[in-house]
């Protein structure tokens, strides 16, 4: 993950998890949990609060949601 871009892996993490509800076998997938790791790393050297939705998603260049927000949206899937 280290030789690409980290604008490149952060467009194609919110690509992927955009998906999720259409292709729920992502989350099986260890590609996407060792970019998420990769990211996260990263994030946490940036000083990023992981443990903060919105800083997470602000540092991954997506519209920063509070966490209210993502409950009233959550699907329930089957």
């Known amino acids: 993950m280290e030789k ?11 690509a992927l998890h955009g998906s999720l509800s259409r292709h729920p076998e992502l989350l099986d997938s260890d590609f996407l ?3 998420q790791n990769h ?15 919105a ?5 991954l260049g997506q519209e920063a949601g509070s966490c209210e ?5 959550r ?3 089957n």
Do not use: C, F, M, T
């Not at 690409?4 to 919110?14: M, N, S, T, V």
């Not at 800083?55 to 540092?59: G, H, L």
């Open 55 to 59: 800083s997470w998603d602000a540092w």
């Open 33 to 35: 949990l060792h970019l």
């Open 75 to 77: 699907q329930v899937w």
């Open 4 to 14: 690409y871009p980290l604008g490149e892996l952060k467009l194609i993490y919110r």
């Open 69 to 73: 927000a993502r409950v009233q949206n």
């Open 39 to 53: 990211l996260q790393a990263a994030a946490n050297k940036e000083g990023v609060d992981l443990s903060n939705h």
